[in-house]
């Protein structure tokens, strides 16, 4: 059975590339392949290998991108930023092309990557009409140009009722839950190195330790939150310090987040 391009997406923690000359590990983005039902990630050179460039190169086109807020992996892997650009770096994409990898992100985000994440706001996965386009999506493998037109559409009307709902809000919030996580399993790392190395003095130990501990607490508690109310305020902006683009979450949207939440169960 033919190798599948699914989507580029974030890798789970602590994952490496599939292919087996590489297995270095995936940090950032990473081309998801599907072959006969078995998914596996891979960094972008590899996948060219794994499937062959003319095929990557097509099926590319027909596949979500949910990568392109994250601002803090762009020059960890030359190779994969040459790559991936290609003859169509994003700024020569024409009209079509971005109507297209619009609609695309926007599917996914709403019927499977975000909308499945937990204590994810239920509104997120609650069009009836984005999920059947998003089926008839997985079983052909492409949008057809009705289907990238209703997409767009159902997401300005959604826009015009939240602000929230919007696909660039939309991938700040998914890509802030991964960042988040990242930041999470370094914290945790310097737990397990605080147990095994710890400080000579007991009071400054235990201090140590309930200092990591509330920090695990504190990642936990924003991740909830921003995928309830689907926005982080300023404050817990410049707090976390996350690699976001600059105009992600702006004061309007935490007014939004309080106006809208009133009428919604968050």
Partial sequence: MAILLRRRDFAPLHTSCAHPACQRELTGGAWFLDHDGDVRTFHTICAQETMGYPSFQEQRRHVPDLTTHDHSHRDVDAMDVIVSEGDEAPCTKSMGERRRQNALNYLALRCSTLAELPHIHPVVGADASLHEIHGSYVTRGSLIAGEISTVLDIEGTAQQASPLLARNNLMNVYTAYYQLKCKRRDIAFHRIDAMACPLPNPV???????????????????????????????????????????????????????????????
């Fill in 204 to 266: 400054a130990q235990e201090k140590r330790v309930a200092m990591l501990d509330a920090s695990l607490s504190f990642m936990d508690s924003i991740s909830r939150q921003l995928l309830r109310k689907l926005c982080l305020t300023p404050k817990q902006l410049f707090r976390l310090n996350l690699s976001l683009p600059v105009d992600a979450f702006p004061p309007r949207m935490v007014y939004a987040s309080r106006s809208w939440g009133r009428g919604l169960a968050m």
